[in-house]
């Protein structure tokens, strides 16, 4: 697993994100008052990590922006920051220069809303009725004006530069691949608020951006490099024990495409004729127990989020009809998944366990009073609570005790190849193709 720290030279705050990575890593990543996550990526021999967040009471840097190729890889290097939120303003950055998109908060209790202005969305917040508490404002230009007097007294983010709608009507051209200039109000077509009174409705990119790089260095650098470096450096990326997989589960299978089952039979029989990024099994990057977009109520563990690898229970053998063969809340894509696919986890670690009964229960107390109501289709509303009565049977399949009606197992992990075994498909395909 290779680490991958921000090294872009993009914005002029991207020297002090790295040296806030690098400081947090001499510092185990352990500094008081701020929490730092990782993300994961990459496939079989190429995998790769970088800090995902980093967090304190007032501030929050998320990366995730391209900064690179990645030699002799599929995958992109990924590790810059890309979101940068500081009290009552955020920053979104892209490496194509789109953009940028900058936040104000203009509510009259910041403290109450921090969070949700940290980390809630931000759209449309005027046309669903939601409080006045932000203001949108895009990448624009006006080259006759940004060269004219009007912008000589522009020092600050704070500044306002007072524009009539005329003017600020022809503020909508970009220039494809570079910074704009300005940063300019967007209502977004009347479903984002409008500034009132004094609030700002032109800002220079360029003093919004310092004043971003400004508080990331005298703030969030020097509040980590108050903390002293330890003497003993710890390894934080250890990988768990692995953990028996429990044989009274019962044998496992999936669906695969004709990529995997080639790639599956090519790996075991020599992995060394197969690209880096192509040594694995199967992937688990694939549906989440509960979308992204279903409130969690409080109720549903939050692994439930993560895409995983829907498996069914049960012997498989070549002669095993595959339309015989049924993974509880999944459904088979027949023009794609066309391999059976037998797994034999070697440990328990990051595999789950879920019922999909639940689901099928409480559409079916749905479905019998949408008659009574002479209703044809459910609601939203209706479907999440569906959803959520299944993710919150999710427990980690080494702790599971029996008793699911329709269990289903998810995987969390990328198996290996000694994990997975083609049983059967349309071999002949692959034959045709091979000679």
């Keep these: 697993m290779q680490f991958l720290y921000s090294v872009s030279r993009q914005f002029p705050f991207d020297e002090t994100c790295e040296q806030i990575v690098r400081e947090l890593a001499k510092r185990n990543w352990q500094v008081p008052g701020i929490d730092v996550e990782f993300h994961?990526?990459?496939?079989?021999?190429?995998?790769?990590?970088?800090?995902?967040?980093?967090?304190?009471h007032d501030f929050k840097l998320w990366f995730g922006r391209q900064q690179n190729r990645l030699p002799d890889s599929r995958w992109n290097d990924i590790a810059a920051v890309c979101k940068i939120v500081i009290p009552r303003k955020q920053l979104d950055i892209y490496h194509d220069e789109s953009g940028p998109i900058f936040y104000l908060y203009v509510g009259n209790d910041y403290e109450r809303?921090?969070?949700?202005f940290m980390n809630g969305l931000k759209v449309n917040s005027k046309l669903k009725g939601e409080p006045r508490t932000y203001l949108e404002y895009h990448g624009g230009c006006d080259c006759e004006r940004i060269a004219g007097a009007a912008f000589s007294a522009v020092g600050s983010i704070s500044a306002v530069i007072k524009n009539d709608a005329e003017e600020l009507s022809r503020m909508t051209h970009v220039?494809?691949?570079?910074?704009q200039p300005l940063l300019i109000h967007n209502n977004d077509l009347g479903r984002e608020y409008d500034p009132e009174g004094d609030e700002p409705r032109v800002l220079r990119t360029d003093d919004v951006m310092d004043e971003f790089r400004q508080y990331l260095q005298d703030v969030v650098l020097n509040m980590i490099m108050s903390h002293p470096i330890p003497a003993e450096q710890i390894d934080n990326f250890v990988s768990p024990e692995p953990i028996p997989f429990p044989n009274s589960v019962g044998s496992l299978f999936c669906f695969g495409e004709h990529c995997d089952a080639e790639r599956i039979k090519q790996g075991r029989a020599d992995p060394n004729k197969l690209k880096p990024a192509d040594r694995y099994g199967m992937s688990a990057s694939g549906y989440r127990l509960l979308a992204w977009g279903i409130p969690n109520d409080g109720t549903v563990p939050q692994i439930a989020r993560d895409g995983f690898l829907w498996c069914g229970i049960g012997d498989v053998a070549s002669n095993t009809a595959i339309e015989s063969l049924h993974v509880p809340g999944h459904t088979r894509w027949s023009d794609r998944e066309r391999f059976v696919i037998r797994l034999i986890p070697n440990r328990a670690n990051d595999i789950y366990i879920a019922d999909h009964a639940p689901y099928e229960k409480r559409r079916k107390e749905i479905c019998e009073a949408l008659e009574k109501e002479k209703r044809d289709r459910l609601t939203d509303a209706e479907v999440a609570d569906c959803d959520r009565a299944r993710a919150r049977t999710i427990v980690p399949v080494s702790e599971y005790q029996g008793g699911y009606e329709k269990p289903v197992v998810l995987i969390?992990?990328?198996?290996?190849?000694?994990e997975v075994e083609v049983v059967s498909g349309p071999h002949d395909e692959i034959g045709r193709r091979r000679g």
């Design 113 to 116: 809303d921090r969070t949700d």
């Design 40 to 56: 994961e990526y990459g496939s079989g021999a190429q995998k790769f990590r970088f800090v995902s967040n980093v967090q304190g």
């Design 175 to 179: 220039h494809f691949g570079q910074r």
């Design 412 to 418: 969390n992990r990328e198996l290996d190849l000694d």
